[in-house]
């Protein structure tokens, strides 16, 4: 059987974090990229640092690790083992798999805070820095014409935190990615 991933960037602040690494541990390879210095390593994942701003970075700092399907998932979700166990396998049939309906008004319908990617196929560009960087993804993978499936499991929910959202340096990068975004792809 192919090995699985999971990447989770966190800043280790979240109740969420420990629930999901259990969810994950039965079904994957757990890859968490530490944002800050100083973190404890969770028993039983792979750990890699990454004390850059850039969620796109952090991203790809853990699909560096990974060598086969991979959900990427904020430290701030609330999922099941089989719910997760699902997106994995309607990626196993498809290039890009996301959780549907959480993106009313958005540019494009994927969730940057769950979804599902072959790293061999298609990886975030570290272009854009905070903010977008998902909808590039989901544009440049139609535009390749790969399939792109949304996956209803509506028990897998956000638990958004505004935190990130007062930082000075994610408020500048959300303005130039919006920027590329309109450049790119209008």
């Known amino acids: 059987m192919r090995m699985r991933y999971a990447v989770i960037p966190t800043r280790f602040e979240r109740e969420t974090l420990v ?3 259990a969810a994950l541990q039965p ?3 757990v890859v968490i990229v530490h944002t800050e ?3 404890p390593h969770i028993q039983g994942t792979v750990r890699v640092d990454d004390f850059s701003h850039s ?3 952090w991203w790809n700092s853990g699909l560096d690790q990974c060598d086969g399907p991979t959900l990427v998932l904020n430290d701030d979700i609330e999922a099941s083992t089989e719910d997760l166990g699902a997106l994995f396998g309607a990626l196993d049939h498809n290039d890009v798999v996301y959780v549907a309906g959480h993106r009313v008004g958005h540019r494009t319908p994927l969730t940057g805070w769950c979804y ?3 790293p061999d196929r298609i990886r975030p560009d570290e272009a854009f820095g905070w903010w977008a960087g998902d909808d ?3 544009l440049n993978a139609i ?3 790969m399939t792109v499936t949304a996956i209803d499991l509506p028990n897998i929910t956000h638990k958004r935190i505004e935190a990130a959202f007062g930082n000075p340096v994610h408020a ?3 303005d130039a990615d919006m920027k590329l975004l309109a450049e790119r792809w209008g």
């Open 55 to 57: 969620i796109q970075h």
């Open 172 to 174: 500048a990068m959300v």
């Open 143 to 145: 535009a390749q014409g």
């Open 27 to 29: 079904i994957c390879t």
């Open 37 to 39: 210095p100083d973190h």
């Open 136 to 138: 590039d993804l989901y």
């Open 19 to 21: 629930p999901l690494v």
């Open 116 to 118: 599902g990617i072959h």
